[in-house]
Structure formats: structure tokens, C-alpha cells
């Protein structure tokens, strides 16, 4: 994740730093949020309960190929900022890129067939996976230099480049394939751009990285987004199509509670993984966290009645569940913070909880999940539960590694 360039021996200067990263860093993942929420508005209403299902869960899906991209954001931010050059990183970027475009080509066949969906429809879909390592890369570098403005502004660009070439394809009648294809090639677009804005560093340290560092965080970053994906996913398997459809449209607000708060994690990441401040750190983070959640339920509750006017009268039966899909959505969000400090601190032996989490989710969505409002119950509650586990473990450890020291 992204650090501070802000010298330690400044603490308010550190402060002025850290507000103004967190500023940025908002507005450019809530302009790429807003961008991916006017996706979905039109897409569900153009291709209806059934279509929107399938779109809904291809995009699901696109979630688990890029989990590496999100790992990866991780470990090249690290490595830059312990000197890595640009050419170095870029090299384990390429990596990447190649090892998630062969998963992908593998991976079409199994899942065209556990969602009964066509072979094209979900390679389109899959198809933007290495796009998203390619860029990620480009933002880990960004990151690592202390770039927020930069880094602002190539997360903005990429939520649009991604939502208005499948709308305007939408708006003429392509379809999923057309707009998974259109989204595909402007995430492209912008991580080409991004390129340029990044600076070279010709020079670098000797430190060792590869493909095992990227692998070693992908493994909690697979479990955030499993969680924050299955329930969306099962409900296209389990559900009724036009359930399905229903369901799709309340994970909308479960995905904007998740994202909303992302540059709190993004700028407290450094300080997570400075023993000296790792538990302030997580503390502050987590408190900031639900805070944020908190608000962002009420809203979800106050502003449920919209809904079929925004959408159509065909979701009104989703109206009544907007709290619950925020409140698992906001749950998550505290959940990748408490992970997020797994891997600054390098005890990602701590996402074992959460895969536990996921494990029994699974098993109750399948013997329970026979009704929308179940499904979301279930997903909410299995949400909480590790969120709070996590968080209190994640707060001990922090505080044992921290006094090591000084024993």
C-alpha cells in the first residue's frame, strides 16, 4: 500500500501528510466508486432481473483473478520505498501480468460451467484480470514514491475508463460481452497512461524480491475478496435468476461500503508496519472504520425508499434489505483493515480466521440461503463475526511484536 514521504522527525508535518494522502487518495477512489456505481445503475436496467444477474456475477468473478494485482499493489509500494527501482519492479509486474492471463484462459471453462453462463460471456470477463496486475503495478510504484496527487488522479481515471466505454456500449444494445470487452480496453488505456506518469529511477538497492512475495499476500487479499464475492456469486447458483437479479442490485450498496473508506488502509499502511506505531495505527484505522460504517448504514437505511424510483419498481422487493447489504459491506471494510495490517506486520497467519469465516459462510449460504433476505443475513453476520475476531487478534499481535523490543 501507499506511504508518506514525510520524515518521522517531523511528526506534524507527518500529520499535515497523512490527512492530505488520505484526502486524495478519497477523492480519486470515490470518483473510480461513483464511476462503478453508474455502471451498475444503467446495465440493471437495460438488461434486466435475469441479464444484470449475469453481468453482476461475471464482474464477481473478475474479483478472484485480480486478487494478485491487489497483492501485488502491496509488495511493489514495499519494495519501492526500500529502494527497489522502477525497472525492477516493472520486471516482477510482467510476471505477474503473464501468470494471471494464464490462470485466466484456464480458469473460463470451469467457471462458464459452475455459472451456466456461455464460454465468450466469461472470457470477456476474465479477460480484464492481467489488465488490472498491469495496472495495480504502475499504482504500487506510485505509491511507494509518496505520489498522492499522481496516484489520485490514475485511480480516478481508472474507474472512469473502466464504467464509460460498457455504458456507452450498453446504451447502444452491445450487451455483457460488448460492455466486459469495452471495459477491458479502457482499463487498458489508462494503465498505459499510467506509465507515463510514473517517475524512472535508474538507480536501486540489491533487496531480493519476486513472484513468492506477491503469493505470500495474495493469500489474504483472496480471502477479503472471497468474502466480499461468494455470496454474490452463489446466489446466481443457488438462487432464482430473477432472485439473483434482486440480489445483485443490494450488493451494489455491500460493494460502495466496502470501497468507500479504501484510503484510510492505503495511508495508514506505513505506520501499520512500523513496530513503533503499528498499534496506534491499527487502532486509529479501525476506529476510523467504523465510524465510517455506522454512517454509511444509516444512509443505506434513510435513502432505501429510492430505490425503485432510481432503478424501477421491479427491485422494490430489494428496499428492505439496502441496510443489511451496507452493514456487510462496512463490516468488510473493517475486516481488510485488521488484514491489512497481516501483511504490514508479516503475520499473515492471521487470515486464517477469516478463511474459517468463509468456510462456514459457504456452508450456511448452501443449507440456509433459500430466500434473498437469508443470503444476506447469513453473509452480513459472517461479515461481523470475523471483522471482530480479526480486529481484536490483529491488536494483540501488534502489541506483542511491539514490546519484543524492548524486553
Same mark, same amino acid.
Given at each position: 500500500?501507499?506511504v508518506?514521504?514525510?520524515?518521522?522527525?517531523?511528526?506534524?508535518?507527518?500529520v499535515?501528510?497523512?490527512?492530505?494522502?488520505?484526502?486524495?487518495?478519497?477523492v480519486g477512489?470515490?470518483?473510480?466508486?461513483?464511476?462503478?456505481?453508474?455502471?451498475?445503475m444503467?446495465?440493471s436496467?437495460?438488461?434486466?432481473?435475469?441479464?444484470?444477474?449475469?453481468?453482476?456475477s461475471?464482474?464477481?468473478?473478475?474479483?478472484f483473478?485480480?486478487?494478485p494485482?491487489l497483492?501485488?499493489?502491496t509488495?511493489?509500494?514495499?519494495?519501492?520505498?526500500?529502494?527497489?527501482?522502477?525497472?525492477?519492479?516493472?520486471?516482477?509486474?510482467?510476471?505477474c501480468?503473464?501468470?494471471?492471463?494464464?490462470?485466466?484462459v484456464?480458469?473460463?471453462?470451469l467457471?462458464?460451467?459452475?455459472?451456466?453462463?456461455?464460454?465468450?460471456?466469461?472470457a470477456?470477463?476474465?479477460?480484464?484480470?492481467?489488465?488490472?496486475?498491469?495496472?495495480?503495478?504502475?499504482?504500487g510504484?506510485?505509491?511507494?514514491?509518496?505520489?498522492f496527487?499522481?496516484?489520485?488522479?490514475?485511480?480516478?481515471?481508472?474507474?472512469?475508463?473502466?464504467?464509460?466505454?460498457?455504458?456507452?456500449?450498453?446504451?447502444v444494445?452491445?450487451?455483457?460481452?460488448?460492455?466486459?470487452?469495452?471495459?477491458?480496453a479502457?482499463?487498458?488505456?489508462?494503465?498505459?497512461?499510467?506509465?507515463?506518469?510514473?517517475?524512472?529511477?535508474?538507480?536501486?538497492?540489491?533487496?531480493?524480491?519476486?513472484?513468492?512475495?506477491?503469493l505470500?499476500?495474495?493469500?489474504?487479499? *483472496?480471502? =477479503?475478496i &472471497? +468474502?466480499?464475492?461468494i455470496? @454474490?456469486?452463489?446466489?446466481?447458483?443457488? /438462487?432464482?435468476?430473477?432472485? !439473483? #437479479?434482486?440480489?445483485?442490485?443490494?450488493?451494489?450498496?455491500?460493494?460502495?461500503a466496502f470501497?468507500?473508506?479504501q484510503?484510510?488502509?492505503?495511508?495508514?499502511?506505513?505506520?501499520?508496519?512500523?513496530?513503533?506505531?503499528?498499534?496506534?495505527?491499527?487502532?486509529?484505522?479501525?476506529?476510523v472504520?467504523?465510524g465510517l460504517?455506522?454512517?454509511?448504514v444509516?444512509?443505506a437505511?434513510?435513502?432505501?425508499?429510492?430505490?425503485?424510483l432510481?432503478?424501477?419498481?421491479?427491485?422494490?422487493p430489494?428496499?428492505?434489505? *439496502?441496510? =443489511?447489504? &451496507? +452493514?456487510?459491506?462496512a463490516? @468488510?471494510?473493517?475486516?481488510?483493515?485488521? /488484514?491489512?495490517?497481516?501483511? !504490514? #506486520?508479516?503475520r499473515?497467519?492471521?487470515a486464517i480466521i477469516?478463511?474459517?469465516?468463509?468456510?462456514?459462510?459457504?456452508?450456511?449460504?448452501?443449507t440456509?440461503?433459500?430466500?434473498?433476505?437469508?443470503?444476506?443475513?447469513?453473509?452480513?453476520?459472517?461479515a461481523?463475526?470475523?471483522?471482530?475476531?480479526?480486529?481484536?487478534?490483529?491488536?494483540?499481535?501488534?502489541?506483542?511484536?511491539?514490546?519484543?523490543?524492548?524486553a
Amino acid at each position: 500500500m501507499s506511504v508518506s514521504g514525510s520524515a518521522p522527525s517531523e511528526p506534524p508535518a507527518s500529520v499535515r501528510s497523512t490527512a492530505a494522502g488520505m484526502t486524495l487518495v478519497t477523492v480519486g477512489s470515490m470518483t473510480a466508486n461513483i464511476a462503478s456505481y453508474l455502471l451498475h445503475m444503467p446495465a440493471s436496467r437495460w438488461l434486466g432481473p435475469a441479464g444484470y444477474g449475469e453481468f453482476a456475477s461475471l464482474l464477481a468473478v473478475q474479483l478472484f483473478l485480480a486478487v494478485p494485482a491487489l497483492a501485488l499493489q502491496t509488495v511493489v509500494a514495499r519494495e519501492v520505498v526500500r529502494g527497489a527501482s522502477v525497472r525492477a519492479v516493472r520486471a516482477l509486474v510482467t510476471k505477474c501480468v503473464v501468470i494471471v492471463a494464464v490462470a485466466s484462459v484456464a480458469a473460463v471453462p470451469l467457471v462458464s460451467w459452475a455459472l451456466g453462463i456461455s464460454a465468450v460471456a466469461t472470457a470477456s470477463a476474465l479477460l480484464v484480470a492481467p489488465v488490472l496486475v498491469l495496472l495495480t503495478g504502475e499504482q504500487g510504484i506510485l505509491q511507494g514514491q509518496g505520489r498522492f496527487t499522481a496516484l489520485s488522479v490514475v485511480l480516478a481515471a481508472a474507474g472512469v475508463g473502466k464504467v464509460v466505454p460498457a455504458v456507452v456500449v450498453l446504451a447502444v444494445g452491445g450487451g455483457v460481452v460488448g460492455a466486459l470487452v469495452a471495459s477491458a480496453a479502457g482499463t487498458l488505456a489508462v494503465s498505459l497512461g499510467a506509465r507515463f506518469v510514473v517517475a524512472d529511477q535508474t538507480a536501486g538497492s540489491t533487496t531480493r524480491f519476486g513472484v513468492r512475495d506477491v503469493l505470500t499476500a495474495s493469500q489474504v487479499q *483472496l480471502v =477479503l475478496i &472471497a +468474502l466480499s464475492s461468494i455470496d @454474490l456469486v452463489l446466489a446466481k447458483a443457488v /438462487l432464482s435468476e430473477y432472485d !439473483a #437479479g434482486l440480489y445483485a442490485l443490494g450488493a451494489v450498496a455491500t460493494k460502495a461500503a466496502f470501497w468507500l473508506p479504501q484510503a484510510v488502509g492505503v495511508v495508514l499502511y506505513p505506520r501499520m508496519a512500523n513496530p513503533a506505531q503499528s498499534v496506534q495505527a491499527i487502532r486509529a484505522a479501525l476506529g476510523v472504520l467504523v465510524g465510517l460504517g455506522v454512517v454509511v448504514v444509516c444512509a443505506a437505511a434513510v435513502l432505501a425508499p429510492l430505490v425503485p424510483l432510481i432503478v424501477g419498481d421491479e427491485y422494490r422487493p430489494v428496499r428492505s434489505l *439496502l441496510w =443489511l447489504f &451496507a +452493514l456487510q459491506g462496512a463490516a @468488510l471494510s473493517v475486516l481488510q483493515g485488521a /488484514l491489512l495490517s497481516a501483511i !504490514a #506486520g508479516e503475520r499473515t497467519h492471521l487470515a486464517i480466521i477469516a478463511w474459517v469465516g468463509l468456510v462456514i459462510e459457504i456452508a450456511a449460504l448452501l443449507t440456509f440461503g433459500t430466500t434473498i433476505g437469508r443470503f444476506v443475513m447469513i453473509a452480513a453476520s459472517a461479515a461481523l463475526v470475523c471483522a471482530a475476531v480479526t480486529s481484536v487478534v490483529a491488536v494483540r499481535l501488534a502489541r506483542r511484536d511491539a514490546a519484543r523490543p524492548l524486553a
